[in-house]
């Protein structure tokens, strides 16, 4: 007993599964020791038949699998489960007829544990909510944690999940996530999670599997592969399924380094759809023949998945623009075709170059530049991931295939889409996943009412259709004429504009970020005076989506540097004030590594509205009244520590070079000897926090400054760090002019 409790969990050696002549799996080697474990991968990389194959459930053509020492290579599925392992296939798997409570039911009594169905409601209170509802009855994510819920009943020591967040609401997803870190916490289970979401998979496991062509490319440290997006695109990104990418790191310097061109595709290319009917759980493989008839051909205009990773991996003056400028107009072709091809047709005539994308999900054919089939070529799971019976997911799943498809184009000088609020949901993230200053415009029925959800951090212009955008009519040519005018002025202004800049680049300044609030104010003016010669100083107010839109200009690279004097949006994420920021504060500074100057600004305080809207836990809390529609709430020594924890990981991920400054006379206009919020135990408990959590290097550096935030000692020690950390480019500039 001894020697098995001391055996890996999991150890595969040599695995080989064959589906007829194709080999699946290609000598697979993995070992799992105890805790969590993550293997990502493309779709069709074989990491649910390595999850099949531990199961039982395709036969190995060689190789082994030992679960806690003991052979399972030839055992059925049920003695393999009876041995102690749980399984949570992609998909779900439930009965449509059976409640709740029957599926737990059948689950309880393979093996007997810690594991309960009165401990599966406690830890699933939404499942003892609806523990008489039929599976057919649950939304998705009920339906995961019912499938997760089933498996835990088993009371396993290894627990297989394959895509257990596929398909879920963000929410959903971060509640998945949270389950697994608890649990291999615990140390009872040892879990393998096989994910195509990066984020889940570093999350949650120290070490990342990556599983290319039905191999373990190799093993990463989850940090690494979290922070480099790309590394996540040269390993995980679309358009090289066909190639063995045994050393997908190196595979792109050995081509620079032979010289050797790859040939140029020329002629018109084939468009294969895997399924050409509406695919259900219960379909069979659909005939090469079949596919083969069903595909059609297309003309070199449109952009293929292969050419735009060849793009990406091509210097961005070369290769980004794959043609001239383009408009692309967007929408539900199959609903409101005859506006959008009126908008196409007043741009196009304006001269300007444009495409046609159709975006909906009834699967109906429509004529058009790029089709709908095409784009949900972009999703996961491919077609099959977005046509399907339930339209919310499948209005989801286009959505998320349609931004993976605009992110992939190179050349786009604006984009426009007319129709209702499900239309607005589908192109609004792709829209946002575009740079600052690319035109974008939204045409609906919804943009009279709660704009947010919509325009989030991008500059999305949102225009009223009045009337509904259902058929052409006398309003509706006008409103849609006026949105088709208008982005056609932007395009062609934006364009006259980049030509103009490029006959003198001399004349510009390099923008940075810097964020302010109104108890940060006079830091912030101070700063942006010292640097105005030199840098382009752009402010953003740090109401929550301030700091969202400056990580936004961030990531599109219209930054070269961020000085996040005020940090305060942490505050009300954390502890649920108005203005929080994302999950994501800091992810733009990681991914991009720009040099980062921050400071403790306004971490003080949480901000409410007028005095009745303050949470009943928060009444006998210490309050200041800023207006009649704004209170702030003093932050506690241990809400700090807590602050201080939840910036320190962050700065923990930053590779750039990084200066964090902690205020000792107070870190707001409020938090000052004399002032209501002067608490030095509650800031103490702020930089103790930050100072042990960070892991300070050479490059990244906590700096203390026994003055308050806005004295002007302490913004010049700001700004005399900030200058070394940009090599006085701004300086340089004006010099050359």
């Known amino acids: 007993m001894n020697d098995r409790r001391a055996a890996p969990a999991l150890e595969v050696k040599g695995l080989d599964v064959y589906y007829g002549h194709s080999h699946a799996l290609q000598g697979v080697d993995l070992t799992l020791d105890s805790g969590v474990f993550s293997v990502v991968g493309r779709n069709g990389m074989g990491k649910t038949t390595l999850c099949k194959a531990i199961m039982g459930l395709v036969r190995a053509s060689s190789g082994s699998i030992r679960i806690r020492g003991e052979e399972v290579t030839r055992l059925n599925p049920a003695r393999i489960a009876r041995l102690g392992v749980g399984y949570v296939p992609q998909g779900r798997r439930l009965w449509r007829s059976l409640t709740v409570d029957e599926h737990l039911a059948l689950a309880g009594g393979l093996r007997r544990g810690a594991w309960t169905i009165e401990r599966i409601y406690d830890t699933f209170p939404r499942l003892a909510e609806r523990k008489t509802n039929g599976g057919n009855q649950l939304s998705g994510g009920e339906q995961q944690m019912l499938a997760i819920s089933r498996a835990l009943l088993t009371n396993p020591q290894l627990l297989i999940m394959d895509e257990p967040t596929e398909g879920l609401a ?32 570093t999350a949650v496991s120290r070490n990342v599997a990556i599983m290319v062509n039905g191999r373990i490319n190799r093993i990463i440290d989850s940090a690494r592969l979290a922070t480099d997006r790309e590394l996540q ?13 045994t050393d997908a790191e190196t595979a792109p310097a050995r081509a ?54 060849r793009q990406r991996r091509e210097p961005a003056t070369t290769s980004r623009i794959s043609g001239p400028p383009v408009v692309l107009v967007v929408g539900t072709l199959d609903t409101k075709g005859a506006e959008l091809r009126f908008i196409r047709d007043i741009i196009a005539g304006s001269g300007l170059r444009t495409r046609l994308v159709d975006v909906s999900t009834s699967g109906k054919a429509a004529s058009c530049d790029v089709t709908a089939q095409e784009i949900a070529l972009n999703h996961g799971r491919g077609g099959s991931g977005v046509f399907g019976a339930d339209r919310g997911a499948s209005v989801t799943a286009m959505a998320d295939a349609f931004e993976r498809w605009l992110r992939r184009q190179g050349n786009v000088a604006g984009i426009i889409s007319a129709g209702g609020s499900g239309g607005a949901s589908l192109v609004a993230p792709g829209m946002r996943a575009l740079p600052v200053g690319v035109p974008k415009l939204i045409i609906s029925s919804v943009a009279s009412g709660d704009v947010g959800p919509y325009v989030g951090p991008a500059d999305i212009t949102m225009m009223y259709s009045v009337t ?21 002025g932007m395009v062609k202004a934006r364009l006259d504009a980049q030509v103009s800049k490029q006959r003198d680049t001399a004349t510009n300044l390099p923008a940075i970020g810097i964020t ?34 400056m990580e936004k200009l961030v990531e599109s690279g219209q930054l070269a ?61 210490k309050f200041h009244v800023h207006n009649p529609q704004v209170t702030l709430m003093r932050t506690t020594p241990e809400e700090n520590e807590r602050i201080g924890r939840w910036i320190g990981e962050r700065l923990n991920q930053m590779d750039g070079p990084v200066r964090f400054f902690l205020a000792e006379g107070g870190v707001s206009a409020l938090d000052a000897p004399g002032q209501p919020f002067w608490d030095p135990d509650a800031d103490a408990a702020l930089f103790s926090a930050l100072e042990r959590t960070v892991r300070q290097t050479g490059s990244r550096q906590i700096i203390r400054i026994k003055r308050n935030i806005n004295d002007p000692e302490f913004t010049a020690g700001i700004v005399n760090a900030f200058r070394p950390l940009l090599g006085r480019a701004g300086g340089r500039r004006r010099v050359a002019r």
């Open 256 to 309: 620079e380094a032979a010289g050797t061109a790859q040939p140029e595709r020329k002629g018109p290319t084939r468009v294969y759809i895997s399924n050409p009917v509406l695919p259900t759980r219960w379909s069979q493989p659909v005939p090469i023949a079949r596919i083969e008839a069903a595909a059609r051909t297309q003309s070199t205009g449109v952009t293929r998945l292969e050419e735009a990773t």
């Open 516 to 549: 302010m609030f109104g108890v940060t104010t006079p830091a912030v003016q101070k700063i942006a005076a010292d640097l105005r010669q030199d840098f382009e100083c752009l402010v953003f107010h740090a109401t929550g989506v301030g700091g969202r839109s």
């Open 233 to 245: 695109q040269r390993l995980l990104g679309v358009g090289t399924h066909g190639a063995d990418e």
């Open 561 to 621: 540097g961020v000085i996040d004097l005020t940090t305060t949006e942490v505050c009300d994420l954390l502890m649920g004030g108005v203005f929080p920021a994302t999950e994501d504060r800091f992810g733009a500074i990681i991914r991009s590594r720009v040099p980062y100057v921050g400071s403790v600004g306004a971490l003080d305080m949480v901000n409410f509205g007028a005095p009745d809207t303050i949470p009943e836990r928060y009444r006998q809390r």
């Open 468 to 488: 509904d955008v259902q058929g052409l009519n006398s309003i509706s040519r006008t409103v849609l004429g006026n949105g088709a005018h208008a982005l056609a």
């Open 170 to 201: 963000p929410v959903i997803v971060a509640q998945v996530e949270e389950m697994l870190l608890r649990l291999g916490d615990e140390g009872d289970i040892s879990i393998l999670v096989i994910e195509q979401n990066i984020g889940v998979a």
